[in-house]
């Protein structure tokens, strides 16, 4: 393989086998916030953000402050949030609404360049020591992980869906079916390795978090206003009759952990408003769900049933498999019960990898009702019988009613991703024609990346815990896995700006957008990401040649 043009089309004919070659990679470390969006989203009056300082590294935060605290960049000034979110259920002056984002983000820009001025302070007599420290780690790999590293090839790093980080910057896989990479093809692996070596080390944050109660442990107690949020939360779903317009405007800004279990079922539709016939419906749809079970899945053997049963059966342990609840066999036989029921009655779609993932996000939220333990390494085995078959029945329906929005993601050669990476790159050209003329120069095609994006829901690029926190905001905006999905795939796109302007060849743009160093992400970052995308749709949803140039 040798020339320019034999890279792209070793990259394109990897990166095209969707959804087979779903890559699994996460990034080591995030770079200092930047809020990016292009001079055509200001109006009049209206300025961009401030960007902050590069800086040194944040101190590790516990699970609280990821899982539980909404003190987010949406709780940066009093009301912010709450004035901001009134307006997104009215159809209001697009200034207007520009200008309020504009200060949530200007707003969390500052307090960003506070925090990193008392971190320098703080930090800089001990950032020596820290970095030798880190030297020192990466020079005594583990044996095992040299051995895995040297056995695999490149093109199974780069484009299998089994290609997994092990660390902060070291990459092993499970066995895989890829060709033997070439000589050229291993240098693509080592870039990736040399890029992942050269991110500044920051400890390994919870993927998911711990349910250890806020005032107990040692752990920091509720804020003012993390307490005030969560009254609220409680008012609304104490009454009789559950006003769920008020419950999606307290949760678009995070849901309060000890709610969220009761909030999820609601927004998605499972659960009624009605407080009294809650109840019932529950078991009415538990029983169903069961009978579901009893009915059909004997029938995974059956010879018709054979290759969606075997491809679960092979996906399931690639799904999420740095969390090891997920590892479990009890869970992993759950995961699969729900995804060969759920597909043998979507018959238009059947099983599609990536589907697996879905089910995950709310599989965490229903375990956090009943422990209050850290849910990674939670021995589900301990739960009582009852409380799995719960867990495991609303996972399905709730799975259920989101798919049934985004179903065509899922069908026949999946014409709603197509469309959805062909409005995409349209709205790009139309927020920032520097980065969609960069990607044009280099002839890096949408669907080579964003493809993962809508089939996965931006799942494979982002740490669980930020799924969860993005997923608030999606249960309470309208078609927010269908369409709001869209204006956050661009905000994120944008965020990159600057890396992706830097890079000035096809194989390097390749290698970023597939490793987009998110993992130390959190709720602070996912809230920014969704002001940008709400700034978007406002700024763009109904303006005319949307998707027309």
């Known amino acids: 393989m040798s020339g320019d043009g034999s890279k792209k089309q070793f990259w394109k004919r990897n990166t095209a086998k969707v959804p087979g070659n779903i890559q699994h990679v996460y990034g080591a470390?995030?770079?200092?916030?930047?809020?990016?969006l292009h001079a055509n989203l200001m109006k009049a009056g209206n300025k961009p953000p401030s960007t902050t300082t590069p800086g040194k590294p944040k101190k590790a935060t516990t699970f609280q402050e990821f899982e539980s605290i909404t003190s987010d960049a949406w709780d940066v000034g009093d009301d912010d949030d709450d004035e901001l979110l009134t307006m997104a259920a009215q159809n209001l002056n697009i200034e207007v609404v520009?200008?309020?984002?504009?200060?949530?983000?200007?707003?969390?820009?500052k307090l960003q360049e506070r925090r990193q001025q008392q971190m320098d302070k703080m930090t800089e007599p001990d950032e020596k020591d820290g970095q030798e420290a880190h030297e020192e780690e990466e020079e005594e790999p583990d044996e095992e992980d040299e051995r895995e590293e040297g056995a695999?090839?490149?093109?199974?790093?780069?484009?299998?869906?089994?290609?997994?980080p092990l660390s902060d910057n070291k990459l092993v896989k499970s066995h895989s079916e890829a060709p033997v990479g070439s000589p050229k093809e291993v240098g693509v692996e080592q870039a990736v390795l040399h890029r992942q070596h050269s991110l500044p080390h920051r400890p390994v944050i919870p993927l998911v978090a711990h349910m250890v109660d806020q005032n107990t442990s040692g752990t920091p107690a509720?804020?003012?206003?993390?307490?005030?949020?969560?009254?609220?939360?409680?008012?609304?779903?104490?009454?009789p009759n559950t006003d769920l317009e008020e419950l999606r405007k307290l949760s678009w800004s995070g849901i309060s952990r000890q709610v969220r279990p009761i909030t999820w079922k609601l927004l998605s539709g499972y659960l009624p408003a009605n407080a009294e016939r809650r109840e019932?419906?529950?078991?009415?749809?538990?029983?169903?769900y069961f009978g579901f079970i009893e009915q059909y899945y004997d029938s995974r053997n059956d010879e018709h049933h054979q290759d969606t049963y075997r491809q679960i059966h092979i996906d399931i342990p690639r799904t999420n498999p740095l969390i090891p609840l997920f590892q479990q066999a009890s869970v992993q036989e759950i995961f699969e019960r729900i995804l060969f029921i759920w597909a043998i009655r979507h018959p238009a779609s059947g099983y599609v990898q990536g589907i697996n993932d879905l089910v995950t996000p709310f599989f965490v939220v229903y375990v956090f009702e009943y422990i209050e333990e850290e849910v990674e390494n939670f021995n589900v085995s301990s739960l009582q019988e009852e409380v799995l078959r719960n867990i495991e029945a609303d996972s399905f329906w709730c799975m259920s009613k989101l798919l049934d929005g985004i179903q065509d993601n899922y069908t026949f050669a999946q014409p709603g991703i197509q469309r959805k990476v062909k409005a995409l790159e349209e709205l790009v050209s139309r927020i920032d024609e520097m980065v969609h003329r960069h990607m044009q120069q280099y002839e890096v095609e949408y669907l080579q990346f964003a493809f993962r994006w809508m089939n996965n829901l931006l799942m494979r690029e982002l740490p669980l815990r930020c799924t969860i926190r993005l997923w608030d905001t999606y249960q309470a905006e309208p078609e927010g896995f269908s369409h709001f999905h869209l204006y956050v795939c661009a905000a994120f796109l944008v965020r990159w700006r600057k890396e992706i302007l830097e890079e000035k060849d096809f194989q390097g743009l390749m290698i970023m957008l597939q490793n987009l160093p998110t993992m130390h992400w959190g709720n602070e970052e996912v809230s920014v990401l969704l002001a940008e995308a709400y700034r978007l749709k406002f700024a763009f949803a109904d303006a005319p040649n949307h998707y027309k140039r």
């Open 152 to 164: 695999e090839t490149t093109t199974d790093l780069l484009f299998s869906s089994e290609a997994l």
């Open 29 to 36: 470390q995030h770079p200092p916030f930047d809020p990016l």
């Open 98 to 109: 520009m200008e309020t984002a504009n200060k949530v983000i200007e707003n969390h820009s």
């Open 222 to 239: 509720m804020t003012e206003r993390e307490a005030s949020r969560l009254d609220k939360f409680r008012q609304v779903l104490a009454g």
């Open 280 to 288: 019932s419906t529950l078991q009415r749809k538990r029983q169903e």
